[in-house]
């Protein structure tokens, strides 16, 4: 939907004294996922282009206990789901003490050899080109060269975040928490020429709202809802950019904070930037993009519960620790400094919805910082599931009799055997 | 208009037909006790004296049976039954209620939810305010309380005072109840549900006693008076106010009636009464019913469908009884009450946090009166199509009270629902080549064609198939151009405020008007008019009338066995 003859319209009849941009587009966005470029045919652990040997292969954990001092006795115990008294507490969170002196290797991930991690192999990623330089990165499905997208070059084999676009077990987890009422990103838009496809002077900005998203009657997002922006002192982000032929593109990076769909929360980008497209039906669609801290990422996952990450997703989270500090190629202190951060991109699409200022008493026409009406909030927890108390990535439960660590006693004497913990 | 007996329904099957074990104690023998009371209610009609005579019956609707609970047992009594089907007649739901029976499976349902209401209203922390005495014994039986609560209750569900045998048979299943549980309140609750499922609460059993000012003649009861006052007003059953004027005979007096006429219309439970009539009129119980096809109407939900609805409530209600505006700009003004989801479906933005708010639609939106409402262009529409007859046909049946006839059985319907191809303009032209359909098209059609302009959603477009929509439109000799045309038309057309006057009339009597009632119904429109179309004016100048308690006696049942199936035939003196 095309808001701006409807802004100005309305503006004049029903909403004066407005500060009108030359034209302002809103959107509420209703998907958006890691921008994971996916090679194959179907399926999401077979073979493509992006991963020739399909995604990471599932692990044979006796075989990682038994390397990390574990006898063969003990892990298939504590590999057993049959074992009556393996306990999830005890059983699972033993998998956490396999590190060199059975450190627990979420918290200490170099306290084992890196596993490894099959990264993707091709030369096709979707994403932007942040450096500028078009001698490195991926190539993009539309030929475009030096996109940076090294997050995908890391974990982009792993079936979590593989798959066809909105497909991907991971998009699908956290876009239907997202469009079930979890959270509400909205866009706005704002250009101050004449022509929303050719302007030089486009200011785009992402906000919370604390309006949920509504269903259609397909069970997609419904268009045209609106949304009353919510200031937030942490998910900001506003980018000075163009647009051209209707695509949109930054001019200048910035530095910004996005909710992301995904176990850690906030997506924290340097020298960050988008690159959108107008769609003729009105919706918006497009990656935004930059430099984010990987070690964010990496708690994100051992605090959803490492050793069910592991299990489910065929993945050694010490080898995804080693991946992302191998692959990060960002340092915000200068190019010989620690590369803390590894490009980014996340791919978004945007529906036509109506924003309206945090009062909800008109529309946004322009794009501003509203991190200032921001009413503080009691620390928001950053456990991936709230409800659980997950210490060091397991969950602990103090009434277990048999608890896990580095020095507990793996197989249980003869008469706990059915004792069931 | 059905004036026979009404037969009395089967008793549940989980009941019926079982000997009851010890096991089935104090509950299955209540549940007995109670359609045991109900069924005779049916048997054993209480007559305030032996002239009396049954004139009419009319089953409440759920928004009265709803109301009257929330006024007799609170407001926050939980109401969670489906309830038997209405029926409308000649465009009214109220003049079907007065042909509805009651099935053996809408007594069950009848029966469970009283259950269910009597254990709400008699919880502990309602007890004490509703029962209004304390037994000495709460564990035992106790009469005079039980008396007390029986009579009282009684009367207001009934809607008159109870006979001493209606009394004395609950009394006896209260004692029965409490004995057996050995709790006075679980008597006390069978005894309120016996209330809940008489026919004589069920119903609306309206009453005729001898004129005592023109001999020979019938006159409703005043009882009778106070509910219908009551059900147009308030859409509920009189309070204790108006039953005391009609206990007292003072109802039958002009001032009074003009002072209880003036208070219940003062009162804001006039909204209610207001928002019933109206729901009824533009016959918004099709929202239940109503579906539209995802892959056309994605934005189309079952929250849209309740919101588009109470639209309609909110303009005519704000518009009629808040502001007391004129009738006539109901088909006018752009100004409307929306929602986010209904917000969605307009295209505009929701400048509010609460869950209304009102809107003035800028003159580019088409948008006029209530015809331009999402629900109404909605409801009278195809499930993926808009369909300018019906809603030409429903223009001219809600607001003009002008019916149209079924179409013939043979009519070839393809080229009009060829919904691909060009506009539907054209596609009733060629429609209307069938001489069997042009009489009845030239009358709906050009009304709904002006309407083109809204989808079977109700959402604004100007182009369909490819191709410009045009809305104007010639109905006889004037010509009149898209939505907001039509609204100046039907503000300025003398059926429209002639047909409001005859809805309040027939849904507050349940009777049909016939030839007779041409003079008073027009001299009411006349009055109308003079007040300034104002509705509450209406609807005071229609109750204050003579002609809204006239006795309409019922004709000479022609079926003696039915008739001898009640206890007690009324007299049928002649009309």
């Known amino acids: 939907m095309n808001h701006c003859a409807a802004v100005l319209a309305l503006a004049a009849v029903a909403l004066p004294g407005i500060a009108n941009a030359g034209w302002t ?10 921008a994971m470029y996916y090679g194959a045919k179907d399926g999401v652990i077979d073979p493509g282009t992006d991963c020739p040997a399909g995604t990471n292969p599932e692990i044979d954990w006796i075989k990682v206990l038994v390397d990390a001092g574990y006898t063969e006795e003990e892990a298939k115990w504590l590999r057993n789901p049959a074992n009556p008294t393996r306990s999830p507490v005890h059983g699972q969170n033993q998998m956490a003490f396999r590190g060199k002196d059975r450190a627990n290797v979420y918290v200490h991930p170099t306290s084992t050899p890196d596993p490894g991690l099959v990264g993707v192999s091709g030369t096709i ?43 991907s077990s991971g998009a699908l987890q956290f876009n239907d928490s997202m469009r079930n009422g979890g959270w509400t990103t909205v866009i706005v838009v704002a250009g101050k020429g004449d022509d929303p496809l050719n302007d030089k002077d486009v200011t785009v900005g992402f906000f919370v709202s604390a309006d949920k998203m509504v269903k259609d009657g397909n069970g997609n997002i419904a268009r045209d809802y609106t949304f009353s922006i919510k200031p937030d002192e942490k998910y900001e982000a506003i980018f000075p950019a163009q647009s051209k032929n209707g695509v949109i593109t930054s001019t200048k990076p910035v530095t910004g904070m996005l909710r992301e769909p995904a176990y850690w929360r906030d997506l924290e980008l340097l020298r960050a930037q988008v ?132 020095t507990a006693v793996i197989l249980p004497p003869k008469n706990l055997a059915n004792a069931g913990n | ?44 009609p209480a007559s305030q004296n032996a002239d009396t005579v049954k004139v009419a019956l009319r089953r409440i609707t759920e928004s009265q049976y709803r109301h009257t609970i929330a006024d007799v047992l609170g407001p926050d009594v939980k109401i969670e039954a489906r309830f038997e089907p209405e029926r409308r007649e000649d465009g009214l739901l109220a003049l079907g209620s007065a042909e509805l029976s ?42 005079a309380c039980a008396q007390a609560f029986i009579e ?125 009539f109206f729901a009824d009129m533009l016959q918004l119980d099709g929202f239940g019913n109503l579906v539209k096809d995802p892959a056309i109407y994605p934005k189309f939900n079952q929250s849209i469908a309740e919101n588009a609805r109470e639209q309609m409530l909110l303009r005519t209600v704000d518009l009629l009884v808040e502001k007391q505006g004129d009738y006539r700009d109901l088909f006018t003004s752009n100004e409307a009450f929306i929602s986010r989801p209904l917000a969605s479906v307009y295209g505009v933005p929701f400048a509010s946090k609460a869950e209304w708010t009102t809107y003035r639609f800028p003159e580019s939106s088409e948008r006029s009166g209530i015809l331009t409402d999402v629900g109404f262009l909605a409801l009278n529409a195809h499930p993926g199509t808009s369909s300018p007859t019906r809603r030409g046909i429903k223009v001219l049946e809600i607001f003009m009270c002008q019916a149209t006839p079924q179409p013939p059985a043979n009519v070839d319907f393809s ?60 109905l006889k000799d004037v010509k009149f151009d898209g939505a907001q045309g039509l609204g100046d038309y039907l503000r300025n057309e003398p059926r429209v405020p002639a047909c409001l006057v005859r809805n309040v009339y027939q849904y507050g009597v349940g009777q049909k008007t016939v030839g007779r009632d041409r003079s008073y119904l027009a001299a009411q429109t006349q009055a109308f008019a003079a007040s300034g179309y104002r509705f509450p004016d209406l609807v005071a100048s229609v109750a204050a009338s003579p002609e809204f308690f006239r006795v309409a ?23």
């Open chain 1, 25 to 34: 587009k809103t959107y509420v966005v209703e998907w958006n996922e890691p």
């Open chain 1, 125 to 167: 990623g979707e994403g932007i080109d942040l450096d500028g330089n078009r001698k490195n990165g991926f190539t993009s499905p539309t030929g475009e060269k030096g996109i940076d997208n090294e997050f995908y070059r890391t974990v982009g084999c792993w079936k979590t975040y593989r798959g066809p676009p909105r497909l």
């Open chain 1, 275 to 406: 690159r959108f497209e107008m769609k003729a039906d009105g919706s918006l669609t497009g990656y935004v993009g930059g430099y984010r801290p990987w070690k964010d990422v990496y708690t994100g996952w051992v605090n959803a519960r490492g050793p069910v990450i592991e299990s489910l997703t065929w993945v050694q989270l010490p080898g995804v620790y080693y991946a992302l500090q191998r692959n990060a190629d960002y340092s915000p202190s200068g190019p010989k400094g620690e590369k803390t951060h590894i490009s980014y991109a996340l791919r978004v699409d945007a529906l036509p919805a109506f924003v309206m200022t945090p009062d909800s008493a008109q529309q946004v026409a322009s794009v501003q910082s509203y991190r200032s009406q921001a009413v503080p909030e009691p620390q928001r927890t950053m456990a991936a599931i709230p409800s659980i108390r997950v210490v060091d990535g397991i969950v602990i439960d103090p009434k277990s009799k048999m608890q896990a660590g580095p």
């Open chain 2, 1 to 44: 208009m059905y004036y026979g007996p009404i037969m009395p329904p089967a008793p549940p099957a989980a009941v019926r037909g079982k000997t009851l074990s010890k096991k089935h104690t104090a509950l299955g023998v209540l549940a007995c006790v109670a359609i045991a009371h109900a069924a005779g209610s049916f048997a054993a």
């Open chain 2, 102 to 143: 009651l099935t053996s499976a809408g007594f069950e349902q009848y029966f469970a939810l009283a259950g269910n209401i009597a254990a709400q209203a008699l919880d502990d922390k309602r007890r004490e305010k509703l029962v209004g005495c304390t037994p000495q014994d709460p564990a035992a039986p106790d009469d």
């Open chain 2, 152 to 276: 009282r209750q009684g009367e207001r569900l009934f809607r008159r005072p109870l006979a001493a045998s209606e009394v004395q048979v609950r009394l006896k299943s209260a004692a029965l109840g409490a004995k057996q549980a050995g709790d006075f309140y679980a008597g006390l609750k069978l005894a309120l549900t016996s209330l809940l499922v008489a026919p004589d609460f069920l119903f609306r059993i309206e009453m005729a006693e001898p004129d005592p000012a023109n001999a020979g003649q019938y006159r409703l009861d005043a009882y009778t008076k106070a509910s219908r006052l009551s059900f147009l007003i308030w859409d509920s059953a009189p309070d204790a106010d108006l039953l005391a004027a009609a206990r007292s005979g003072a109802l039958h007096s002009q001032d009074e009636l003009d002072r209880q006429i003036a208070r219940l219309i003062a009162s804001p439970k006039f909204e209610q009464g207001a928002r019933a």
């Open chain 2, 415 to 474: 080229k009009v629902q060829d919904s691909k191809q060009g506009t539907v303009r054209g596609r009733l032209l060629d429609h209307m080549e069938n001489e069997g359909c042009s009489g009845c098209h030239r009358r709906t059609d050009p009304i709904g064609l002006a309407l083109e302009h809204f989808d079977g959603l109700g959402q604004l477009r100007t182009i369909e198939n490819g191709m410009p929509i045009d809305v104007t439109a010639e």
């Open chain 2, 553 to 575: 006696m019922p004709k000479q049942a022609s079926n003696a066995a039915t008739v001898a199936s009640t206890a007690a035939p009324s007299p049928s003196p002649a009309e």
